[in-house]
């Protein structure tokens, strides 16, 4: 059985910083390509970033780029996101999701984590 599991979500001020993770089990971690996604309020589902199996790739919403990151550690089974200089619109639910083929740039994913709050105040 797969399971995502987010971690690091929370309250923090304007122009702070939070680091996601997610840790997966289940599935053969380094054979897939792993993706950041967001829902705030009244909003639809929102691509952040994607990483692929190696972590030599990753492709950021382009709204995104310069501040967010994504990483990840096969060894540890883990994809990270580093989120710097936030801001209030970028609250949200963020969700962490697995796939094994298709363009890193694709939406559709596999499996899904039950997601992480982030509240950034002003």
Not at 12 to 25: E, I, K, T
Not at 27 to 39: C, D, E, N
Not at 94 to 122: I, P, R
Request: glycine share 12%; net charge positive; with cysteine.
């Amino acid at each position: 059985q797969v399971q995502l599991v987010e971690s690091g979500g929370g309250l923090v001020q304007a122009g702070g910083s939070l680091r996601l993770s997610c840790a997966a089990s289940g599935l053969t971690f380094g054979s897939y390509t792993m993706g950041w996604f967001r829902q705030a309020p009244g909003k639809e589902r929102e691509f952040v970033a994607a990483i692929n199996w190696s972590g030599n790739t990753a492709y950021s919403a382009e709204s995104l780029k310069g501040r967010f990151t994504i990483s990840r550690a096969n060894a540890k089974n883990t994809v990270y996101l580093q989120m710097n200089s936030l801001k209030p619109e970028d609250t949200a639910v963020y969700y962490c999701a697995a796939k094994s083929s298709g363009f890193l740039w694709g939406t559709t994913y596999d499996h899904w984590g039950q997601g992480t709050q982030v509240t950034v105040s002003s």
